[in-house]
């Protein structure tokens, strides 16, 4: 099992938090978003099913498209505790070949907290919409956790709503979440990033902007297509 990011946060940070409630959840979502200034693209598919498992939860498909790489991935996303259960994941090279796999079939978050399972930067976006953005809490503290031991702390901010002009959608009010480290040494290294949700009922994502590792571009990802029902 290589290269996974565990996203851990105490349980009851996380019902205070991040919740399912705070949105209406769609019975299925499809979302189509793509760096219009480069050749990346993000496709989500998410289903919400009754699993016989797991109860109410997500059923995520997810394929991210860079130059260079192809990375899928698949999610079972539990509702009660937005906890990844079950998971899947190949990048595949220009050349065909894979690099880098893993299969998650349970998780057991350790020190008894709950954990999240992120498999690419933007596909943390499905649970960020479920902050309570209406409600007083504006900053809170996460953290990574790698496969291979250790981990960073990270704050999510509510910048509040913005009003933002896309190039598909026009100008739109969105919150913007904003993602940094928890460390002022080691900001100027780990670059932010920023996520941005439409101001409606299931929280619509519709923008990634930032880089996704150190020293790499800054990418911005506008949502082009999106279905639900």
């Known amino acids: ?5 565990l ?20 019975a299925y979502e499809r979302y189509l978003l793509r760096d219009l200034n480069g050749g990346q693209t993000m496709a989500l598919e998410i289903n919400s099913v009754n699993d ?18 192809k990375n899928e991935a698949s999610m079972i996303i539990r509702h009660a505790d937005l906890q990844v259960v079950s998971a899947a994941e190949t990048r595949t ?4 070949t894979v690099r880098e796999t893993f299969e998650l079939k349970s998780l057991t978050a350790t020190n008894d907290d709950k954990g999240f399972l992120v498999s690419n930067p933007q596909s943390i976006g499905y649970i960020m919409r479920t902050f309570p953005f209406t409600s007083g809490e504006r ?3 996460l953290r990574f956790l790698g496969s291979r031991g250790g981990g960073m ?3 999510v901010k509510n910048n509040g709503l913005k009003r933002i002009d896309l190039k598909t959608l026009g100008r739109i009010d969105a919150y913007e979440l904003e ?8 900001s100027a290294f780990i670059p932010k990033t920023f ?27 506008e949502l082009v297509e999106y279905t639900n029902r």
């Open 7 to 26: 996203l851990v946060l105490p349980f009851s940070l996380c019902a205070q938090t991040f919740n399912i409630t705070n949105i209406t959840v769609p």
């Open 1 to 5: 099992m290589k290269n996974i990011l």
């Open 139 to 141: 900053q809170i503290t």
């Open 195 to 221: 996520y941005y949700f439409r101001n409606d009922v299931q929280k619509t994502f519709v923008r990634f902007k930032g880089s996704f590792m150190p020293g790499a571009k800054e990418n911005d990802l």
């Open 179 to 186: 993602l940094g480290v928890d460390a002022s040494l080691l």
């Open 153 to 155: 702390s990270f704050y």
């Open 52 to 69: 016989k498992r797991f109860g109410p939860s997500w059923s995520v498909n997810a394929v991210t498209t860079f130059p260079e790489m």
């Open 93 to 96: 090279f220009k050349d065909g």
